[in-house]
């Protein structure tokens, strides 16, 4: 089963992630079908602490990916922010 979830990079005390699909059984930060975007819980200064590919996120749901908690806060977010944005 295919879920959407968060792969851990960054240094330690300092996280940054990358929203990938992956495996179920894949460990954490094991191997992954495709990176859909990454987040920095910690951005600061002109660093973008969000950025999803929502149109890939409807692609894997719709084919049976099942998001995490996390993911699916995030994306609902990311969602909210681009319809926030101004149209340009």
Known sequence: MLRIRLQ????KNEPTYRLVVAEQSIRRDGRFVEVLGHYNP???GKAIPLVINVERVDHWVKLGAQP???A???????????AA????
Not at 8 to 11: A, E, L, Q, V, Y
Not at 72 to 82: F, T
Request: glycine fraction near 4%; charged fraction near 30%.
């Open 8 to 11: 851990r990079f960054g240094t």
């Open 85 to 88: 944005a101004p149209k340009a």
């Open 42 to 44: 910690a951005a600061r």
């Open 72 to 82: 699916k806060s995030l994306v609902k977010r990311a969602r909210a922010a681009a």
């Open 68 to 70: 995490s908690d996390t």
